[in-house]
Each structure stands twice: as structure tokens, then as C-alpha cells.
């Protein structure tokens, strides 16, 4: 069985551009939920996905948004570009609907640079 | 993470020490709690995790022991290897259906 499937793998934008993540979870796997990853603030939790629909937000501003489509793919949005947005984005799917009480499967995520 | 204190930052053992990192939580509904092994490059990996109706759960040299009444929980790992070098995440649930995670141990283990 396939892994979570993250692209791109690598993405370098400007100051203002918006971004586009994509993130396709294990098949049969429901839950999508994402996390940034920085090397001052570990693993944050960005939003979850269940049949389309959002379940829980982290603490982030408007600018990260995301959806889910009726075949659990996800993808995550990030518009108005800002420097500290650089970090590495992992999306992770399980196999029950909550992410929050059940093992973790993550992508090897998308790498984020913002020059 | 928020409210999941995670030590030490770094951490460097003997090859065949043991290895000991300790989570503390805050919210007293947590009832799950993972770990994830991240080696560098790679993602995070699940490597053991343990419910609150348990206090201790052993997988050959991992084991995870949780203490509720203190609200916190430990990784050990005996005999280590030098591929037991990794950065580890401990995790908890904050609030309504979130898991926060810990800020992460660097281990090292010199040969």
C-alpha cells in the first residue's frame, strides 16, 4: 500500500506570492491533518480534515487554508507569503476519523522557502 | 509545543547506554500519547505509543511509561545503537480534538 504522497517536494516563492500544497493520504484513510515544522518551533498543528470537512484549526492566521475532496486528497494554501512561512509542511493521515487519539502517517512534506 | 514540555532538548548517550526523555502535559483529558522518531531527512515515524489505561507498554528496547497523577511520560530506550540517533517527538491531546506535540530530543549516540 502506497505512503502519504506530498508534492512538490520542494517549492521557493517570493514575499506576497500564495502557495499551493497537495497531500494524498493512504488509501482508505479518511482523517488528513497538517502540521508546519521549523527548527525553533518543532511540529505545529495547522488544521484537520474529515469527509471534506474541517474538524480542528490550530493556532495559525487566516493567510493557511485548506480542504479536503471526497477522495481524502487535501490541499493546504498559504496566500500572501511572508518570510517566516519557510518551514517544511508535513501532512499526515490515520486510519480512524481523529487524528488526535490514533497512529500518525506522515509525508515526507513539502520544503517551503520564501526569499 | 504548547503545553507539552519536552526534555532534554539534546541528548548524547554511549553506544549501549540507555536513553531517557520525559513529557510533561497539561490538559488532564489527554488519554493518548505517541512518540515519533525522526531521522534526519526523513519523516516522522511512529515508534511506540501508550493510553491512559495503561501505565507502561514495551516494545523489545523501547518502552513509554506514564504517570497520570504527575501528567507525564517518558521514552526509554536500552541498549541504544547508532541508529537509535534521531530527533523524538512526544505528542499529547490539548483541548478539543488537537495533539500538540513536544519540542523534540535531539538524540546522539556515540560509538
Known amino acids: 500500500k502506497a505512503g502519504v504522497t506530498q508534492t512538490p517536494r520542494y517549492l521557493i516563492k517570493t514575499r506576497g506570492q500564495q502557495v499551493t500544497l497537495s497531500c494524498s493520504p493512504i488509501?482508505?484513510?479518511?482523517?488528513v491533518s497538517w502540521y508546519q515544522q521549523t527548527p525553533g518551533q518543532g511540529l505545529q498543528f495547522l488544521f484537520e480534515?474529515?469527509?471534506?470537512?474541517?474538524?480542528n484549526k490550530g493556532n495559525f492566521p487566516g493567510r493557511f487554508s485548506g480542504r479536503q475532496f471526497s477522495n481524502s486528497r487535501s490541499e493546504m494554501n498559504v496566500s500572501t507569503l511572508e518570510l517566516g512561512d519557510s518551514a517544511l509542511y508535513l501532512c499526515?493521515?490515520?486510519?480512524?476519523?481523529?487524528?488526535?487519539?490514533?497512529?500518525?502517517?506522515f509525508g515526507n512534506g513539502t520544503r517551503l522557502t520564501v526569499t | 509545543g504548547e503545553n507539552v514540555e519536552q526534555h532534554p532538548s539534546t541528548l548524547s548517550v554511549q553506544e549501549g547506554d540507555s536513553a531517557v526523555i520525559k513529557c510533561t502535559y497539561s490538559?488532564?483529558?489527554?488519554?493518548?500519547f505517541p512518540w515519533y522518531k525522526q531521522e534526519l531527512g526523513k519523516r516522522p515515524q511512529l515508534i511506540i505509543d501508550?493510553?491512559?489505561?495503561?501505565g507502561e507498554k514495551k516494545d523489545q528496547r523501547i518502552a513509554v511509561t506514564l504517570n497520570k497523577t504527575a501528567k507525564h511520560f517518558s521514552l526509554h530506550i536500552t541498549e541504544t545503537q547508532p541508529e537509535d540517533s534521531a530527533v523524538y517527538f512526544c505528542?499529547?491531546?490539548?483541548?478539543?480534538?488537537?495533539?500538540?506535540f513536544g519540542q523534540g530530543t535531539r538524540l546522539t549516540i556515540n560509538p
Open positions: 480534515y474529515f469527509s471534506e470537512t474541517q474538524r
Open positions: 499526515a493521515s490515520s486510519i480512524t476519523g481523529s487524528s488526535y487519539n490514533s497512529p500518525l502517517h
Open positions: 488509501s482508505g484513510h479518511r482523517s
Open positions: 490538559d488532564s483529558a489527554s488519554n493518548y
Open positions: 505528542a499529547a491531546i490539548k483541548g478539543a480534538q488537537k495533539l500538540v
Open positions: 501508550i493510553r491512559s489505561n495503561v
